[in-house]
């Protein structure tokens, strides 16, 4: 059974992690979302940290479905991520771009696109 959860460990908390992200961070981008990613030190694994402007919806409900919608399709197919990918430490931080609230369908399909960019960028290296 593939594990569907998604815990604590899975997302990046602390305010360092987030200016390792911005200052470090390489960018991929897959309309709607625009992926900032680094490879860190220790022995975290694949973390994720999700962000939508308050600049475009003003209103904080719409940002958490954003939010949610996100959080939900990474658990759902946080298994497509190579294996070599969720073993090393990477942090992945998705910033949703669109100035609407699209479907389910264009926000899957577009996380699918962003780890296969990712895990083209991970071959390279």
Known sequence: MIDQKYPKSN????KKEFEVLLN????IAAYPF???YAWTEGICGLQIAISVKK???KRAVKRNKIKRRI???FRKNKHAFPSNIQTQN?????????????SFEIFEKAFLELITILNE?????
């Open 11 to 14: 997302r990046i908390l602390k």
């Open 24 to 27: 470090r961070g390489i960018k």
């Open 34 to 36: 625009l992926g900032v």
């Open 55 to 57: 600049k475009i919806f």
């Open 71 to 73: 959080r939900e399709i």
């Open 90 to 102: 990477l942090k992945l931080l998705i910033v949703y771009i669109s100035k609407k609230v699209e």
């Open 121 to 125: 960028k991970y071959r390279q290296d």
